[in-house]
């Protein structure tokens, strides 16, 4: 898939570590050929990013929060003049209090499940108004990365549950407003991963092991595998998907009970 994605270019929000699901995603399109920028918040996450980004040959990394208006228009500043058009934005950005990811959903404060919602779900209307002006002239993808706690009840994932289904709907209103332009709206929904959000789950362990366990692969996602979709998504072989919560889960959405040995 060198060639895939040759010419190009966009832009990458969220990468964490070198396990981040951003990360996995990024490294995949620089391999199909794409010219990649990046986000990050704050100086600790530019240090752990530089490197990585250095590793699929980029230099351009833009310091944003996602809740400052004022930070997004200079970041989407600063990439407009290096870039005048962008092919795609990948967002993989989401925050909630750790205090809360444990117990009842009950127990929901107020402000965290406005942070909540604001961090995991508005920035990606706010992303998408940024980027649309950068994709008006030829189309282009807009990604972003959900949880099937978004349908169904999983111990712990609480208010996050919440914030994908709002990022769902949002994808598929996003997808309906901007498909006239070309522009296609989706998001990837893998399975339990080890990365430094999913460690915040309370329980991520036991639940990284029971699907492992069930899925009808027997395997959770992998870094490349949610990174093949991505690709996919953002190539020509995309054109016609828009509006798709795309499922990376070794078909664990499929199951109605554990596999019998498990029962």
Known sequence: MSELLKGKRGLVMGVAND??????????????????????????????????????????MVDVDVTDDASLDAGFETLAARWPTIDFVVHAIAFSDKSELTGRILNTSRSNFRNSLDISCYSFIEVARRAHPLMVENGGTLLTLTYDGSQRVFPNYNVMGVAKAALESAT???????G?????????????????????????????????????????????????????????????????IIRVDGGYHVLGMPQYDFL
């Open 172 to 178: 598929r209103y996003l997808a309906n407003d901007l």
């Open 19 to 60: 396990r981040s699901i951003a990360w996995g995603i990024a490294r995949a399109l620089h391999e199909a050929g794409a010219e990649l920028a990046f986000t990050y918040q704050g100086e600790a996450f530019g240090k752990r990013l530089q490197p990585l980004a250095e590793s699929v040959g980029s230099d351009l």
């Open 180 to 244: 006239p332009e070309g522009i296609r709206v989706n998001a990837i929904s893998p399975g339990p991963m080890k990365t430094l959000a999913g460690a915040a789950i309370g329980g991520a362990r036991k639940t990284y092991k029971f699907t492992e366990q069930n899925t009808p692969l027997r395997s959770n996602a992998t870094l490349e595998a949610v990174g093949g979709t991505a690709v996919y998504l953002v190539s020509d072989a995309g054109a016609c998907t828009t509006g798709e």
